[in-house]
């Protein structure tokens, strides 16, 4: 058995090429800084991602570079739910969206916008 700590200094948050390059047209068109990943309570689940663009950071965000072109930027109350996930951008039928694949999602409500963890 292992035992993992939460270190915020050295977040796990991965981000895969096509999320990165529509992640960086999104940052250009808005000529914003960066993309805010956080959780707010919300929907039958739980929890609920919310994504938001950055021209300033705010006090005790953590910022994640993906390349020279995209920071992430998460903020300390989100870290712990958020550290893990991959995020991807897919297209489902006519739908293009970001999709987050995280580990320390223990559920998720059947139409996919909230989830929950244990802890």
Not at 52 to 58: I, K, L, M, N, R
Not at 70 to 91: A, H, K, Q
């Amino acid at each position: 058995m292992s035992v993992e700590t939460f270190n915020p200094a050295q977040p796990r948050i991965g981000m895969t090429d096509a999320a990165r390059q529509q992640a960086h047209k999104e940052i250009v068109r808005e000529h914003a800084r960066g993309i805010r990943l956080a959780v707010k309570e919300s929907g039958c689940s739980g929890y609920m991602y919310v994504l938001d663009y950055v021209h300033e950071a705010q006090d005790g965000d953590t910022q994640v570079p993906f390349g020279d072109d995209v920071i992430l930027f998460v903020d300390r109350e989100s870290l712990p739910v958020v550290n893990g996930t991959e995020i991807d951008y897919v297209t489902e039928g006519v739908n293009s969206f970001f999709k987050f694949r995280n580990p320390n999602a223990t559920g998720e409500c059947g139409c996919g916008e909230s989830f929950t963890v244990n802890g």
